[in-house]
Structures are given as C-alpha cells and as structure tokens.
C-alpha cells in the first residue's frame, strides 16, 4: 500500500498487540474500532507516525487551553477543520509504526480522506518538534515512544536480514 502525504489512515488491530503499549489510545470513538490517524512519514526511514484525532473538541479545548495559559503555547493537541468539522489532532498520543500494520487509508463517500495542506504542514511541524524534545530525553508525549520504536526497528532490521 502506497502511504500517501496528508491522508488519514487506520492501523491494524495486531499493531496493539505486538507493541503492548498501555499508554496507546484504545478508545471506540463513535462505534469505530478504533480513532483514524494523520500519518508523518519519518525522513530517511521507514518509520511511520500516527498522530490518533479526536472529535471531543470541548474535552480537549480545555486540556489545550490550560497547557497554552501554563507553558505559553501547545504543540501537542491541535483542533483545526477535518471534512468541514472541527477535529482534535492529538499529537500527544502518537505512536511510530511500520506499513505493514497499516489497514487502510480512511475513506469517508467513496473518497479517501485527506486533511487540508494548511493543517498539514502544521501538523508536520509540530511533529518534528515534539521530536527536537525526545531526542533531549524530554517526557512531552504519553506513549511508550522507546518501547514502540524499538520493537518496529526490530521488524524493520528482520525483514531487512531476510
């Protein structure tokens, strides 16, 4: 499958199960199995990152809001406009995953789903500065970012071996 810059995607159910992270977002959104994903392709790697959206804007307004009037700004939740409704995109909840565990891209009226280049590019940027803030050791996202990376690396290195 051909993963596309700016669409939204869905993983597969066995991602979940080979990484084991708990901190992963599980929840079953609207009767949906599981929330869709902004997909950043890793530059020079074949590490993908979903970034989990939300429709609870109120929810995660107010979890913004208090981190904007603390730190001074927000990079970690975004809510900006996803087929003409607002939507969170949690960038605090992503995760790194190879293509393999990646199901389909979203298709909502017989169109995949693809968010505006605007919300894109912002997304990718705020993306690689959460990364800037891994890399020196800090703690900005909840999930188990080492733990997943490492065990995709695995797969990666195996596939390349075989």
């Known amino acids: 499958m051909e ?42 790697s074949d590490i993908l990152w979903f970034i989990p959206m939300s429709s609870k804007v109120e929810k995660y307004k107010e979890i913004r809001d208090k981190k904007i009037k603390k730190y001074g700004n927000c990079d970690t939740i975004l809510i900006e406009k996803f087929l003409g409704q607002d939507s969170v995109f949690l960038l605090q909840n992503m995760f790194p995953t190879i293509e393999k565990y990646v199901d389909h891209v979203h298709i909502i009226n017989g169109v995949e789903a693809k968010v505006i280049d605007k919300v894109a590019k912002d997304l990718e940027n705020n993306f690689y500065k959460i990364m800037g803030l891994i890399k020196q050791g800090k703690k900005v996202i909840f999930t188990d970012v080492e733990n997943d990376l490492n065990k995709m690396k695995e797969e990666l290195t195996v596939r390349i071996e075989s």
């Open 3 to 44: 993963i596309k810059k700016g669409y939204v995607y869905h993983i597969k159910e066995e991602y979940f199960n080979v990484v084991k992270d708990k901190t992963l977002m599980r929840n079953h959104e609207n009767g949906k199995a599981r929330p869709t994903y902004f997909c950043v392709k890793e530059k020079k």
